[in-house]
């Protein structure tokens, strides 16, 4: 069965500041990748995904993820975030191909300091 | 298109009491799952379902229930609330293959 793994729970960052949110999982087969975005009092919304091709996803809002299968990591990135970017982040994997539950991770807060 | 709706939004119950959470989703997709989401533990998956007539258990099944006579809905039942299903509840879907979920907004429930 397939897990992912977050390992910082909060990572706190200054307003313009580069982040990096870090993820990895395990599977035997091949997966797809994802990053959802939770803002405070809402549901999940997809970010940005990794199914096949360019292993650079890009989101619209400046985000990006690289898939790195030798490192089994899939960490989110920006260059420059902003106070807007506040939220919680998971990172989740499904099996590519046939029934595909989707395992998500803890979650991980990003605080945006002014 | 409302995409994935969730009543009520909050609900206070005592220990003991029953209720449905309700989940209906208007994108014609198959699967369908509920999680709960505890601080700082991630999303737990209760029960999921690959079509309507097919449920499956997930990882934190014990104490509730679920049924899918529709494709559009998949209500959750809470049998004898206890203190411990106090949390936040998710309804998601996605079509197939699983290119994206959809969330509801979440249903608050306080269980004292």
């Known amino acids: 069965a397939q897990s992912v793994t977050q390992l910082d729970s909060q990572v706190p960052v200054f307003e313009e500041a580069p982040v990096e949110l870090r993820c990895n999982y395990s599977s035997s087969v091949s997966v797809y990748l994802f990053w959802y975005v939770q803002y405070p009092n809402q549901g999940l919304q997809l970010l940005l995904k990794y199914l096949s091709g360019s292993t650079l996803v890009e989101s619209i809002n400046g985000f990006e993820a690289e898939f790195n299968k030798s490192q089994t990591s899939f960490h989110l990135r920006k260059p420059s975030v902003h106070i807007s970017d506040t939220a919680e982040y998971f990172c989740?994997?499904?099996?590519?191909?046939?029934?595909?539950?989707?395992?998500f991770g803890t979650g991980t807060k990003l605080q945006v300091i002014p | 298109n409302a995409g994935v709706t969730q009543t009520p939004k909050f609900r206070i119950l005592k220990i003991g009491q029953s209720m449905t959470l309700q989940c209906a989703q208007d994108m014609n997709h198959n699967y369908m799952y509920w999680y709960r989401q505890d601080p700082g533990m991630g999303l737990k998956l209760i029960y999921y379902?690959?079509?309507?007539?097919?449920?499956d258990k997930g990882e934190v099944p014990n104490g509730y229930n679920v049924s899918r006579s529709t494709t559009e809905d998949f209500p959750l039942r809470l049998e004898l609330a206890a203190p411990s299903q106090t949390s936040v509840y998710f309804c998601a879907t996605h079509g197939s293959p699983a290119y994206e979920q959809y969330f509801g907004p979440g249903t608050r429930l306080t269980v004292t």
């Open positions: 989740a994997v499904s099996l590519s191909g046939g029934y595909q539950k989707v395992t």
């Open positions: 379902s690959v079509g309507a007539g097919i449920t």
